[in-house]
């Protein structure tokens, strides 16, 4: 089974996912905004619809693709503390930087 990094590890379906994150597109839109060939995108799309990233709705002869946020939301409590580890840090570096100011060089 494909874990939801190792679809999104892939730079093309991050594109689509950020293609997206505006509302649902039908795949021909998406075929136009990336430069790749309509299979190739398919390909990418039946992928993040198999990992549960995105769901397809079918009108008539298109296939309408948006984003299913909740497995990106796991990734989000995932990276949580990775997160609190980087602001401490850069808090850190913004009061080195305050003290930088008010040392006359």
């Known amino acids: 089974m494909v874990t939801t990094f190792e679809v999104l590890a892939e730079s093309r379906r991050r594109e689509i996912l950020d293609l997206l994150r505006d509302g649902e597109r039908a795949v021909g839109e998406l075929v136009e905004q990336l430069p790749l060939s309509q299979p190739t995108v398919s ?13 397809v709705r079918q009108d008539a002869q298109r296939r309408w693709y948006r984003l299913r946020p909740e497995p990106l939301a796991e990734i989000d409590s995932w990276l949580r503390p990775y997160r609190r580890m980087w602001s ?3 808090d850190a570096l913004q009061r080195h930087l305050e003290t930088m100011d008010e040392d006359p060089v």
Not at 45 to 54: S, T
Request: charged share 40%.
């Open 43 to 55: 390909k990418h799309l039946k992928v993040l619809r198999e990992a549960g990233l995105v769901e």
């Open 88 to 90: 401490q840090r850069l």
